[in-house]
Protein backbone atom coordinates (compact mmCIF):
# COMPACT_ATOMS: atom_id res chain seq x y z
CA UNK A 1 0.00 0.00 0.00
CA UNK A 2 1.24 3.38 -1.31
CA UNK A 3 1.56 5.92 1.77
CA UNK A 4 2.55 8.88 2.48
CA UNK A 5 2.21 10.72 6.08
CA UNK A 6 3.02 14.85 6.34
CA UNK A 7 4.11 16.14 9.91
CA UNK A 8 5.33 19.04 11.09
CA UNK A 9 2.86 21.09 10.71
CA UNK A 10 1.37 23.54 13.38
CA UNK A 11 0.24 27.50 14.50
CA UNK A 12 3.28 29.84 14.50
CA UNK A 13 4.16 33.19 14.52
CA UNK A 14 4.94 35.48 11.47
CA UNK A 15 8.47 35.27 10.93
CA UNK A 16 8.80 32.02 12.86
CA UNK A 17 9.68 28.44 11.25
CA UNK A 18 8.38 25.22 10.60
CA UNK A 19 9.89 22.32 8.91
CA UNK A 20 7.63 19.51 7.35
CA UNK A 21 8.18 15.89 6.65
CA UNK A 22 6.84 13.55 4.65
CA UNK A 23 7.63 9.61 5.12
CA UNK A 24 7.11 7.61 2.11
CA UNK A 25 6.51 3.96 1.87
CA UNK A 26 4.68 1.10 -0.73
CA UNK A 27 6.61 2.52 -3.67
CA UNK A 28 9.83 3.25 -5.17
CA UNK A 29 10.56 6.65 -3.74
CA UNK A 30 14.27 7.33 -4.75
CA UNK A 31 12.94 6.94 -8.35
CA UNK A 32 10.33 9.87 -8.11
CA UNK A 33 11.18 13.30 -8.00
CA UNK A 34 9.22 14.65 -4.85
CA UNK A 35 7.32 17.80 -4.64
CA UNK A 36 4.95 20.42 -1.91
CA UNK A 37 1.84 21.38 -2.78
CA UNK A 38 -0.42 24.09 -0.41
CA UNK A 39 -3.54 25.08 -0.39
CA UNK A 40 -4.92 27.89 1.32
CA UNK A 41 -8.65 28.13 2.49
CA UNK A 42 -10.62 29.46 -0.49
CA UNK A 43 -8.44 28.90 -2.84
CA UNK A 44 -7.24 26.53 -5.27
CA UNK A 45 -3.51 24.05 -5.12
CA UNK A 46 -0.19 25.82 -5.30
CA UNK A 47 2.71 24.37 -6.14
CA UNK A 48 5.83 24.84 -3.78
CA UNK A 49 8.77 23.22 -4.56
CA UNK A 50 9.94 20.03 -6.26
CA UNK A 51 13.31 18.07 -6.15
CA UNK A 52 14.92 15.89 -8.39
CA UNK A 53 15.47 11.63 -7.23
CA UNK A 54 19.21 12.36 -5.77
CA UNK A 55 18.17 15.97 -4.35
CA UNK A 56 20.50 17.83 -6.20
CA UNK A 57 18.13 20.05 -8.33
CA UNK A 58 14.98 21.88 -7.13
CA UNK A 59 12.71 24.10 -8.27
CA UNK A 60 10.73 26.54 -5.97
CA UNK A 61 7.74 28.87 -6.65
CA UNK A 62 8.08 32.46 -6.54
CA UNK A 63 5.99 33.02 -3.36
CA UNK A 64 8.64 31.20 -1.51
CA UNK A 65 11.55 31.04 -3.07
CA UNK A 66 14.28 32.20 -0.88
CA UNK A 67 12.54 31.23 2.14
CA UNK A 68 11.27 27.43 2.00
CA UNK A 69 14.43 24.76 1.36
CA UNK A 70 13.53 21.31 0.03
CA UNK A 71 15.51 17.87 0.77
CA UNK A 72 15.24 14.79 0.71
CA UNK A 73 16.95 11.61 2.78
CA UNK A 74 16.67 8.58 0.30
CA UNK A 75 17.67 6.34 3.13
CA UNK A 76 14.95 7.02 4.98
CA UNK A 77 11.92 7.56 2.21
CA UNK A 78 11.14 11.26 3.77
CA UNK A 79 11.83 14.68 2.03
CA UNK A 80 11.48 17.78 4.19
CA UNK A 81 10.14 21.54 3.45
CA UNK A 82 12.13 23.93 5.76
CA UNK A 83 9.74 26.77 5.98
CA UNK A 84 11.85 29.99 7.39
CA UNK A 85 10.51 33.88 7.58
CA UNK A 86 7.02 32.54 7.78
CA UNK A 87 4.02 35.03 6.67
CA UNK A 88 0.07 34.70 7.52
CA UNK A 89 -0.64 34.03 3.00
CA UNK A 90 1.61 30.80 4.13
CA UNK A 91 -1.03 29.52 5.89
CA UNK A 92 -2.63 26.35 3.85
CA UNK A 93 -2.89 22.53 3.94
CA UNK A 94 0.20 21.36 3.06
CA UNK A 95 0.67 18.10 1.05
CA UNK A 96 3.56 16.13 -0.21
CA UNK A 97 3.19 14.59 -3.79
CA UNK A 98 5.30 12.64 -5.86
CA UNK A 99 6.49 13.82 -9.31
CA UNK A 100 3.68 13.06 -11.85
CA UNK A 101 1.37 13.33 -9.21
CA UNK A 102 0.35 10.19 -8.59
CA UNK A 103 0.49 9.43 -5.17
CA UNK A 104 -0.57 11.86 -2.49
CA UNK A 105 -0.02 12.43 1.20
CA UNK A 106 -3.47 13.62 3.71
CA UNK A 107 -1.61 16.89 4.02
CA UNK A 108 -0.44 18.92 7.37
CA UNK A 109 -2.15 22.14 8.85
CA UNK A 110 0.08 25.31 8.75
CA UNK A 111 -1.50 28.15 10.37
CA UNK A 112 1.12 32.09 10.78
CA UNK A 113 -0.89 33.55 12.61
CA UNK A 114 -0.12 36.77 15.61
Known amino acids: EVQLVESGGGVVQPGGSLRLSCAAS????????MMWVRQAPGKGPEWVSV????????DYAASVKGRFTISRDNAKNTVYLQMNSLKPEDTALYYC???????WGQGTQVTVSS
Open 97 to 103: ASGGAYF
Open 51 to 58: IDTRGIGA
Open 26 to 33: GFAFSSYD
